[in-house]
């Protein structure tokens, strides 16, 4: 079965931090295209980050550029996303998402469209 989980989320005060993980299992995250996606209330989901775990190619949402950051490490299998500086408006439920198609194509990819698997996601909320 292969299956991605996400972990990390939870309350933080504005301007605090939280690093999100995604554990995958059943697969080698090597070969695959890695994204971590949100979705606020009533909002579509919208792309936050992707990385390409053979050689660590990322790309990021203009608007988060310089506070987010997501990683990889192989050997455990495991995706992060490390969220600074939180605001308000970051509030969402987090996923993580695996694509198969080549990286050329992936990076492409602005919408959820096009990616394989999913996780159930991980709340994050900002409040004061």
């Known amino acids: 079965q292969l299956q991605l989980v996400e972990s990390g989320g939870g309350l933080v005060q504005p301007g605090g931090s939280l690093r999100l993980s995604c554990a995958a299992s059943?697969?080698?995250?090597?070969?695959?295209?890695e994204g971590w996606f949100r979705q606020a209330l009533g909002m579509e989901r919208e792309r936050v980050s992707i990385?390409?775990?053979?050689?660590?190619?990322?790309r990021y949402t203009d608007s988060l550029k310089g506070r987010f950051t997501i990683t990889r490490d192989n050997d455990k299998n495991t995706v992060y996303l490390q969220m600074n500086s939180l605001k308000p408006e970051d509030a969402a439920v987090y996923y993580c998402?695996?694509?198969?198609?080549?990286?050329?194509?992936?990076?492409?990819?602005?919408?959820?469209?096009?990616?394989?698997?999913w996780g159930q996601g991980t709340q994050v909320t900002v409040s004061s």
């Open positions: 998402a695996a694509a198969k198609a080549p990286w050329l194509t992936v990076r492409n990819l602005i919408t959820s469209d096009g990616w394989d698997y």
């Open positions: 990385i390409n775990t053979i050689r660590s190619n990322t």
């Open positions: 059943g697969f080698t995250l090597g070969g695959y295209a």
